[in-house]
């Protein structure tokens, strides 16, 4: 059964940092394309950043040179460093992991940015 367990959310204040960590169990991440997602309340799932089987990250715009995505193989864990927050970044951030034909989710954490 594959889960994956977001944590490092919180609260920060507009300029801040936060890392966000996804353990994957029941699959082996490194062999699959990794994601990270947020929805801010009223708005849909956005796409924040992805790391394939290699190192090659893509990014949304609006994230750029502020995240970085990363993963730690030997952990079975993909990371989301966020610096530079700002209020708009507020949002539940997930962390997802595609094996076709499944998509699998994790259960989210919320990242508030707020003075």
């Known amino acids: 059964q594959v889960q994956l367990v977001e944590s490092g959310g919180g609260l920060v204040q507009p300029g801040g940092s936060l890392r966000l960590s996804c353990a994957a169990s029941?699959?082996?991440?490194?062999?699959?394309?990794m994601a990270w997602y947020r929805q801010a309340p009223g708005r849909q799932r956005e796409l924040v950043a992805t790391i394939a089987n290699g190192t090659n990250t893509v990014y949304a715009d609006s994230v750029k040179g502020r995240f970085s995505i990363s993963r730690d193989n030997a952990k079975n864990t993909v990371y989301l460093q966020m610096n530079s927050l700002k209020p708009e970044d507020t949002a539940v951030y997930y962390c997802?992991?595609?094996?076709?034909?499944?998509?699998?989710w994790g259960q989210g954490t919320q990242v508030t940015v707020s003075s």
């Open positions: 029941g699959i082996i991440a490194r062999l699959y394309t």
């Open positions: 997802n992991i595609v094996r076709r034909p499944y998509t699998y």
